[in-house]
């Protein structure tokens, strides 16, 4: 039977043992906290849905910033607010936060093709935005998609608008880009109908014909380097049948931003190679990625992102 002074003296060794254990494993995980703390992740904000104003924006920006995010590229500008927020608000919130607004996504709303028809509403609303966009100190403003293509001669009109974009948004101070999904790696042929689908594997020109060239492709050749940077969803470039890593070489001064983005929970499929990724991001000397998650259906959205920096803050190639 275990008597009372047995009982202590089992008791302190255990406490002993258990201070020891903890001695140790504080001290490791003051090291792992102190190499997370100087990671610096982003965040795109559409990964939220609407749980980011749940029950108001300040305690949802409040929560990114726990989640481990520093930097936002913000989703849902219209006509000076972001969401229900006036920008200055907006901005406001974020910095109580200790957030910073690095980039955000907006596209210019023409229905249809870009044409001359349109030009000037599109040159409006870039200037409309630049204005904006500088109440929230963003560095970036970022179209995220696709005006209709069949073309060759599109695409490159396409790109001609964008440079326009770009040279409003470099006169207020602001980087324009553009972020691509899937259907940029669909081919366009001079003169065509229809784009040639990415979804067909193998897809070879008739005999005596160039490969024709992928929207992708197109518009980082028809616009100026110094205009428009691109910002490379890595996921939709997978689902668009391509290689992120070989687009992140082929047109590094290009690509000056990711979109770190799985199916859902970074890291959880296993289809992404987010350590080819980031190595190769790096050695081009960028640093600003977000990541996002794109189904924003599930009411635990707060949890997905959460996961998701989890993971980066676990794994050795995010610097
Ligand atoms: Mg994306």
């Avoid at 000076?80 to 955000?104: H, M, Y």
């Avoid at 249809?112 to 409309?128: A, L, R, T, V």
């Avoid at 293509?149 to 440079?163: I, K, M, P």
């Amino acid at each position: 039977m275990t008597n009372r002074r047995d009982f202590l003296k089992r008791a302190s060794a255990l406490t002993l043992g258990a201070l020891f254990v903890d001695g140790i494993t504080s001290e490791a995980s003051a090291a792992t906290r102190n190499s997370m703390a100087s990671k610096i992740l982003g965040l795109q904000t559409y990964s939220l849905g609407p749980e980011l104003s749940q029950p108001d924006l300040a305690t949802g920006l409040k929560k990114v910033k726990e989640c481990g995010y520093t930097n936002l590229e913000l989703a849902g500008y219209r006509e000076g607010n972001i969401g229900q927020a006036p920008v200055a608000e907006f901005k406001k919130l974020a910095d109580d936060a200790g957030l910073t607004i690095i980039s955000s996504h907006l596209t210019p709303s023409v229905r249809g093709q870009y044409s001359k028809d349109n030009i000037e509403q599109i040159k409006d609303f870039w200037k409309k935005a630049t204005e904006d966009h500088n109440k929230l100190g963003v560095k970036y403003m970022v179209q995220p998609s696709l005006p209709q293509c069949n073309s060759l001669e599109d695409a490159q009109y396409v790109g001609e608008v964008f440079n326009a974009a770009g040279e409003i948004a470099k006169q207020g101070g602001i980087q324009f880009g553009y972020h691509n999904h899937n259907y940029e790696f669909n081919r366009l042929t001079a003169g065509g109908t229809e784009p040639i689908s990415f979804a067909i594997r193998g897809y070879r020109p008739p005999q005596g014909q160039e490969m024709p060239k992928t929207v992708e492709e197109i518009f980082i050749e028809s616009t100026d380097p110094s205009k428009v940077i691109f910002e490379l969803d890595v996921y939709w470039t997978v689902m668009g049948g391509q290689d992120p890593v070989e687009w992140i070489n082929k047109y590094a001064n290009r690509i000056q931003m990711l979109h770190i983005k799985d199916r859902l929970v970074l890291g959880d499929s296993g289809m992404m190679n987010f350590k080819n990724i980031f190595n190769a991001f790096y050695s081009h000397g960028h640093q600003y990625f977000f990541v996002e998650i794109e189904d924003t259906r599930s009411g635990k959205q707060f949890d997905r992102i959460k996961a998701s920096a989890d993971f980066l803050l676990a794994s050795d190639f995010v610097k």
